[in-house]
């Protein structure tokens, strides 16, 4: 009777699930070369403990802690004969915690790779997994979860062997997609759901991918099916330990895309790697104030339980941060009137002089900030904190500091920012950063713990006085956080979700790619403008026709029209070229000058009077 409630309650919707199981046990003590699903058996307490912490943050049903429990995943262990054993210690557990309503047997995929597996082969897996749902319906479980799968044929499989051994009882089938939206084969979504509808299963699901967005995105374009689908986002943006995904995405964010995920028609909201208690707090909330309640009306609450706000939903309300017209000189002036940065770029050797000489020459022509590069095209020259200091120092002007996490782990990202805070530099551009393989040292190891909208969710934590875990700083940063957006990119809706989700993430500016087509650009500044925040439109003046096929051909998200390369051709080279290529730019500042805040221009090879000759008449 259970099992049917549950599906019964799924096509209701609101339901609340539970949140990350193997990355607590992590955060708990246990080595990441442990078999995490063997704890059910060794250290029940901390199963145990986690599962109750969800309960008492609203969970509707608990994800039984058996991720890994078949025989190829438990083999490296020495236990590929304790599936039984393992999944009743799993499901006795979750039984005994008060509150959830349900429980699901969680069936993760086998670890292998199918396009290296003999056909013969897979009737074995098929059987490993008719061996672990088996169990597990033996344990009592409610309903099954198959999730975090890549590959279709795999799931496929499962989904096989689930059918041969519990037939009745209810079945999700969870994809995990890639960035591009893709499984392991390149299927997507809408297909994806066709696949899964004619193979049976009773509900659709996403999880883990790349965070609430990516999940979100992914979840909505599965509902065409017509059965209920649900979505377990993982925390943020990845960092893979054995096997797993743990992210970094604060609860109050995972709470906005669970309202999203709610009205948009998903059935149920849970969390996967890296999400804690606090994160399913915020999904119960969401569920409340859509007015959801799972299951049926005979249990008052729906099993979202009412409680007071714990340490870690305390920190993470953080302080209210800085309004962005307060954050110096250049908020203030954002909005109100014509904004204008020019590049100028850190040395390869030691001596700042001639970019400060350049900075103080563009200061004294009326520009308002200076941008300073970190690292562009991953090239070795001198950390741009040294020149922003200077210029704000020494000039008194805006600089805005380029910070990209490339070269920088989650620790030494933190570390830097407080530093540049403490230095007053407080003008950010937040990006993510050429990878190495463009630049001088190709073997020079990426970092990447996070990306742009990783490090915006950081710089907001900050200026809310909270370090990336949550933790007070006992103050709160002032950063003037700018992104930047390509608005000639080939796939222009994947950079407007990474826009949005970027803005959502505390983007205050949006600087753009340069940009040579008006059309383009009056497209993207039709999309930009719901979002509400300003834009400083990139301004590159080309110096010469092989510049501008360079910057065609290979450097990505720039476009330059056939008909702007054929102007730079026939001026020849030189300064014929020179002042062809600022009157091109001036062209596209013109045009655009009353429905833009502002310009962001990066004058070629150093050659700073060019900036001001696109700018003479505009400032």
């Not at 463009?438 to 900050?462: E, H």
């Not at 007070?472 to 992104?483: H, N, Y």
């Not at 360079?550 to 080279?573: C, N, T, W």
């Not at 090879?605 to 505009?618: D, K, Q, T």
């Amino acid at each position: 009777m259970a099992s049917i409630r549950w599906l019964d309650a799924l096509r209701a919707g609101g339901v609340v699930l539970d949140g990350a199981m193997g990355t607590a046990l992590f955060e708990r003590g246990l080595p990441f070369s442990s078999c995490l699903d063997a704890a059910s058996l060794e250290r029940p307490e901390l199963v145990r403990a986690i599962h109750e912490s969800h309960a008492r943050a609203g969970a509707d049903a608990l994800l039984t802690n058996t991720f890994g429990v078949n025989r190829y995943r438990l083999a490296p262990h020495g236990r590929s004969g304790d599936v039984e054993r393992l999944c009743e210690a799993a499901v006795r557990i979750a039984r005994e915690v008060h509150g959830p309503r349900w429980v699901l047997g969680s069936v993760g995929p086998t670890g292998l790779m199918l396009k290296a597996v003999r056909d013969e082969e897979r009737a074995e897996i098929r059987a490993a997994f008719r061996e672990q749902v088996a169990a597990l319906a033996r344990a009592g479980v409610d309903g099954l979860v198959l999730e975090t799968f890549r590959q279709p044929a795999e799931l496929l499989l499962a989904i096989e062997g689930a059918r041969e051994a519990a037939p009745s009882l209810p079945l999700v089938a969870s994809c995990s997609f890639d960035a591009f939206g893709t499984m392991a084969d390149g299927t997507g979504p809408e297909a994806m759901a066709e696949h899964l509808e004619q193979a049976g299963v009773d509900a659709l699901g996403v999880n883990c991918a790349d965070g609430p967005a990516g999940v979100y995105e992914m979840a909505t374009r599965m509902l065409g099916v017509g059965l209920p689908v649900v979505a377990q986002p993982n925390a943020g943006l990845p960092r893979r330990v054995e096997g797993r995904l743990a992210y970094l995405a604060s609860p109050e964010y995972f709470g906005l895309y669970a309202r999203r995920l709610y009205k948009a028609g998903i059935a149920a909201v849970g969390g996967c790697c890296g999400t804690t208690a606090d994160h399913v707090r915020r999904i119960a909330a969401a569920a409340r104030m859509r007015g959801a309640q799972a299951g049926d009306s005979d249990d008052a609450g729906g099993g979202m339980r009412e409680e007071g706000p714990s340490i870690g939903a305390a920190r993470e309300a953080g302080l209210p941060p800085v309004p962005t017209s307060e954050k110096g000189p250049l908020g203030a002036r954002l909005g109100r009137k014509l904004v204008v940065s020019v590049e100028v770029n850190p040395p390869p050797g030691l001596s700042l002089d001639r970019a400060l000489q350049a900075a103080r020459m563009l200061r004294d022509a009326g520009i308002d900030a200076i941008n300073c590069a970190d690292g562009p095209r991953a090239s070795a020259r001198m950390g741009n904190l040294a020149l922003c200091y200077r210029i704000e120092q020494e000039l008194g002007m805006p600089a805005l500091l380029h910070v990209t996490t490339r070269d920088r782990n989650l620790l030494a990202l933190v570390a830097h920012l407080l530093c540049a805070h403490e230095l007053g530099v407080r003008n950010l551009v937040c990006i993510t950063g050429d990878p190495p393989k463009m630049g001088d040292f190709p073997d020079a190891t990426a970092v990447y713990d996070v990306d742009s909208i990783g490090l915006l969710r950081i710089v907001q934590g900050l200026n809310r006085g909270l370090d990336p875990g949550g933790k007070p700083l006992g103050e709160r940063t002032a950063f003037l956080c700018a992104t930047g957006a390509e608005p000639a990119s080939r796939e222009l809706d994947r950079e407007m979700r990474r826009l949005r989700a970027k803005v959502e993430a505390g983007a205050e500016l949006v600087m753009t790619q340069p940009v040579f087509d008006p059309e383009v650009l009056d497209r993207f500044l039709a999309e930009v403008r719901p979002l509400g925040v300003p834009v400083l439109v990139g301004l590159l003046p080309l110096a010469s026709w092989r510049n501008a096929e360079f910057l065609h051909h290979e450097v990505p998200g720039m476009q330059i029209p056939e008909e702007v390369r054929e102007r730079m051709r026939r001026a020849g080279s030189g300064e014929a070229a020179r002042r062809e290529g600022v009157a091109i730019a001036r062209e596209m500042a013109l045009a655009v000058r009353d429905r833009v805040q502002g310009f962001y221009v990066m004058p070629p090879l150093g050659r700073y009077e060019l900036a001001l000759s696109v700018l003479e008449g505009i400032i």
